[in-house]
Antibody, heavy 117, light 110 residues
Framework: EVQLVESGGGLVQPGGSLRLSCAAS????????MNWVRQAPGKGLEWVSY???????YYADSVKGRFTISRDNAKNSLYLQMNSLRAEDTAVYYC???????????WGQGTLVTVSS | QSALTQPASVSGSPGQSITISCTGT?????????VSWYQQHPGKAPKLMIY???NRPSGVSNRFSGSKSGNTASLTISGLQAEDEADYYC??????????FGGGTKLTVL
């Protein structure tokens, strides 16, 4: 059974940093492209970042230069390092597996990041 | 990276059909067949319902169908059921090698 489990969310002050993790199981993690998608409270979905199986990386303009996506295939894990956090980064962050481009067939349960003083 | 345009809400009675539109540009919806649709119930993670414009993942009811014309994609739900009440989001690949979602549509089953 495919499972994605996010962790690392919490309360952080503006300007602070946080590292999210996503533990994958039930599939050959190294063969799949992965994404981070976020959802602010009461708002819609927003794509955040993508990393291919070969390491190609893309970011949304809203997080470029502040967030870094990475993966450790040996640990079946996806990461999102978030620096210079702002109030508008407050959201539930989901990791999601690519079926094909723009089609995320498996999602984690999400981890809540709250940026507030 | 402007969000794709969806109606804020649609409604229908059980058994009826409804269609949700998703309008983008030639740089996203109109330029690629990488358009997907997601269903999200309150407090839950999104669920993939349609990918590559009109393909259904295994396990998704054939009451759900997708199509595209020009810069507008559409999701049609036929034989509306109470459990279809949820938020629906479209998504597309873009020419900037990024991905964009629509603002979401709340479906109410009357």
């Amino acid at each position: 059974e495919v499972q994605l489990v996010e962790s690392g969310g919490g309360l952080v002050q503006p300007g602070g940093s946080l590292r999210l993790s996503c533990a994958a199981s039930g599939f050959t993690f190294s063969s799949y492209e992965m994404n981070w998608v976020r959802q602010a409270p009461g708002k819609g979905l927003e794509w955040v970042s993508y990393i291919s199986s070969g390491g190609t990386i893309y970011y949304a303009d809203s997080v470029k230069g502040r967030f870094t996506i990475s993966r450790d295939n040996a640990k079946n894990s996806l990461y999102l390092q978030m620096n210079s956090l702002r109030a508008e980064d407050t959201a539930v962050y989901y990791c999601a597996r690519d079926l094909v481009p723009a089609a995320y067939d498996y999602w984690g349960q999400g981890t809540l990041v709250t940026v507030s003083s | 990276q402007s969000a794709l345009t969806q109606p804020a809400s649609v409604s229908g009675s059980p058994g009826q059909s409804i269609t949700i539109s998703c309008t983008g540009t030639s740089s996203d919806v109109g330029g690629y067949n990488y358009v997907s649709w997601y269903q999200q119930h309150p407090g839950k993670a999104p669920k993939l319902m349609i990918y590559e414009v009109s393909n259904r993942p295994s396990g998704v009811s054939n009451r759900f169908s997708g199509s595209k014309s020009g810069n507008t994609a559409s999701l049609t739900i036929s034989g509306l059921q109470a459990e279809d009440e949820a938020d629906y989001y479209c998504s597309s690949y873009t020419s900037s090698s990024t991905w964009v979602f629509g603002g979401g549509t709340k479906l109410t089953v009357l």
